[in-house]
């Protein structure tokens, strides 16, 4: 582990307790904005002769508020902003991943969202945009003086009007304990190929060793499909274009291929996603595709792993992974709409955005002005896997299906889950696949 002035990086990246977290709050005095928040000073002679009026309750619902330093940083937020103004509460409420997003598939459908202040997926958000249940936020823009806004909101506008802003936007990557690799004496692949030959080396399935871990069990959709989906890129393919899926392309074809060589030859087959997740911790398993937002999640769940995590590079010539943006969006039939705006203002001010983003240890900042060199120049395991890399979107690679994501992923999964444990070919059950994703498209056109 190296030391930098004295200290480990494990000490200078330690994460900001509440303590330390309403310490640094007091600087945003100057900009105003816990001033606006802030309650009328009484008049001299009535202090303590009413009781305090009760506050406007908020409900914010995620799925990540138990997630290591993400959920401990929002969570710090949450409280910070509680504590500055008298009027209104914030009240974070956890929803498992795969329940959150049924939950709120289901809200879309029947055009009556839960919860005041929502987060949604890249493939979430356009549905809910799409069915006008949410609130414009441009005014947070406005107030909050930001002018280099990510272009990856774009998505995210309608008829001149912006519904959502990006609160993480994770990237796919390599991620590999380097002792594993070191201990095999292996170095990081740079073709599809090789990279099966190096998680195959890493394998040791007698001694319950694994050289790679994926999500693939259809008992856990969303997780199978959100990983999945970057397995068209080895070979420059897409989804699907328009309401066209691609399913029978060579591309996707080989990507799935691709997927069953590595369950073959270096998976721990039939794992559900948290052993998967603890063999990794572990280290009994080398490498994975993590997004980016999990890394720092490592720090706590798993400390004498985390000084060991590096990325390898993309092992594909088009250096393409998938970036996926996801936005605070604020319910349209709220009764406590306006109250949500001041939560989600004050988290878009650029230094308790800046704050937030590295707490939560994320690399890639939807207000560029806000980034620090030197926080993620600090990052071990940044480059090269997760830097210089050609992010794509999931627009870019599923096509109008991104309006029904889930619907679209369950065909391939469903049927690619025939590939990995009934013995049917690629081919067979991605043309089976072809046709049901056809049908999906006429019936949503």
Excluded at 92 to 117: C, H, M, R, W
Excluded at 228 to 235: G, K, R, S
Excluded at 408 to 417: E, L, M, R, S
Aim: proline share 6%; net charge negative.
């Amino acid at each position: 582990m190296s030391v930098q002035n004295g200290r480990t990086q494990n000490e200078r990246r330690s994460t900001l307790n509440r303590r330390d977290f309403l310490r640094s709050a007091s600087a945003l005095a100057g900009l105003g904005l816990l001033a606006a928040c802030a309650p009328p000073a009484q008049p001299a002679g009535d202090s303590g002769s009413a009781a305090p009026a009760e506050r406007t309750k908020v409900r914010y619902l995620s799925w990540w508020f138990e997630e290591g330093n993400r959920g401990e940083t929002w969570n710090n937020f949450v409280d910070e902003f509680n504590e500055y103004q008298a009027e209104i509460e914030v009240v974070a409420e956890n929803i498992p991943f795969d329940q959150y997003t049924t939950k709120t598939i289901v809200g879309a459908q029947s055009g009556q969202l839960d919860g005041d202040i929502i987060m949604a997926t890249p493939e979430l958000a356009p549905r809910l945009i799409q069915s006008d249940l949410l609130v414009p936020l441009d005014d947070v823009l406005v107030r909050n003086s930001i002018t280099d806004l990510s272009s990856a909101h774009d998505a995210l506008r309608k008829d001149g009007n912006l519904y959502g802003l990006d609160m993480v936007t994770v990237a796919f990557g390599i991620l590999y304990n380097k002792d594993r690799y070191e201990e095999a004496d292996i170095t990081p692949a740079t073709t599809p190929q090789e990279w099966v030959d190096v998680s195959a080396a890493l394998t040791d399935r007698e001694n319950q060793k694994y050289g790679f871990f994926a999500t693939h069990l259809v008992s856990e959709p969303s997780d199978f499909w959100f990983q999945l989906e970057v397995w068209c890129m080895p070979y420059d393919g897409i989804w699907a274009e328009g309401t066209t899926p691609l399913l029978t392309s060579d591309p996707i074809i080989q990507g799935l291929k691709l997927f069953k060589q590595m369950y073959d030859v270096s998976m721990p087959q039939g794992a559900d996603n948290p052993t998967g997740y603890r063999l990794f911790q572990n280290g009994d398993v080398a490498q994975g595709l993590y997004v980016s937002a999990a890394v720092g999640a490592f720090t706590k769940g798993a400390p004498d792993l985390y000084p060991k995590l590096r990325s390898a590079p993309i092992p594909w010539e088009t250096n393409k992974s998938i970036a996926r943006i996801h936005p605070m969006m604020i319910n349209k039939d709220s009764e406590v709409v306006e109250e949500s705006l001041e939560f989600v203002t004050y988290m878009y001010s650029p230094d308790n955005y800046r704050r937030m983003v590295e707490g939560c240890e994320d690399v890639i900042f939807a207000q560029p002005s806000a980034a620090r060199q030197e926080y993620l120049d600090g990052l071990e395991w940044l480059k090269p896997g997760y830097f210089g890399v050609d992010y794509v979107t999931p627009f870019d690679i599923v096509g109008d299906f991104v309006y029904n994501f889930n619907e679209f992923g369950q065909i391939v999964i469903t049927n690619f889950a025939d590939v990995l444990v009934a013995g049917k070919s690629v081919e067979e059950a991605m043309e089976v696949a072809q046709v049901q994703a056809e049908d999906l498209a006429d019936r949503i056109s």
